[in-house]
């Protein structure tokens, strides 16, 4: 039931991304390009959903699925690969005119050249895998 749920809450999700124009290529290159709004606007409202959430969790002690209370840390240890780690993700974000979640909507959505990029998402996750133990952490 829990995976069902999922589905159906990750369906509604892309669809409301494609309607709001969040994975169209053109208004990321927009953003990047500071010649519009809209992009900034919808992750602008995001950052204060998320803000808002994360409050009302805390105050409300907001249980999960299983019961248990969730728990939220202060603040995360400041570690230098997240910030090359960032930079790529960026970059990648920047390269392809997609975020790797919307990635699947617009695959859904009959963008299907963004097959190459999660294939290209797909290897990066391997070859993390296979250097994890070398990368520092």
């Known amino acids: 039931m829990k995976n ?7 369906l509604l999700f892309g669809l409301i991304l494609v309607k709001a124009e969040v994975l ?12 519009s709004f809209h992009m900034y606007g919808i992750i602008g409202s995001a950052v204060g959903v998320g803000a808002l959430s994360v409050f009302l ?3 409300m002690k907001v249980k999960s699925l299983e019961g248990n209370v969730i728990t939220l840390q202060d603040k995360a240890p400041r570690y230098k690969s997240a910030y ?14 997609a975020c790797p979640g919307p990635m699947y ?10 097959l190459l990029a999660v294939l290209a998402g797909v290897l990066g996750v391997y070859v ?5 133990d070398k990368l520092p952490h």
Do not use: D, P
Request: proline letters at 0%; zero cysteines.
């Open 4 to 10: 069902a749920l999922g589905l159906i809450l990750g």
């Open 24 to 35: 169209s290529w053109f208004r990321i290159q927009e953003m990047f390009a500071f010649q």
């Open 57 to 59: 969790i805390r105050r």
């Open 84 to 97: 090359l780690g960032g930079t790529l993700f960026g970059l990648g974000w920047a390269m392809t005119g």
């Open 105 to 114: 909507a617009l695959v859904g959505s009959g963008t299907t050249v963004m």
């Open 128 to 132: 993390y895998a296979a250097l994890r």
